[in-house]
């Protein structure tokens, strides 16, 4: 699957251009955004898209020097549980 990116939302879509599922942020600075909101078409909940997603949110903060506020439950739990996502953290 192929992550597409536009300013504030990286998505997938399959090939007849359906959303498969999309994250988006908000820049709060130069050096913070927020996850607002992660969403999985129902077809395609339990593939690991939601995964994918945040971790090229993550991937392009890391790039970018930033650091992120997880406000969506989904980001949020991942935070929680993959290690090295915690040194993106926003302090809050």
């Known amino acids: 699957m192929k992550i597409e990116k ?5 998505y997938i879509q399959d090939d007849s251009g359906k959303s498969i599922g999309e994250i988006t942020y908000s820049e709060n600075d130069a050096n913070t955004i927020t996850i607002e909101h ?3 078409n ?8 939601a995964r994918e997603l ?5 991937q392009e903060m890391k ?3 930033k650091k992120i506020i997880p406000a969506c439950r989904y980001a949020a739990a991942i935070f929680e549980r993959v ?3 915690k040194e993106q953290l926003a302090q809050q």
């Open 38 to 40: 992660t969403y999985v």
């Open 63 to 65: 790039l970018e020097d």
């Open 6 to 10: 536009e300013n504030g939302r990286h």
């Open 83 to 85: 290690p090295s996502y």
């Open 42 to 49: 129902e077809n395609h909940r339990g593939e690991g898209v």
């Open 54 to 58: 945040v971790d090229s949110i993550v």
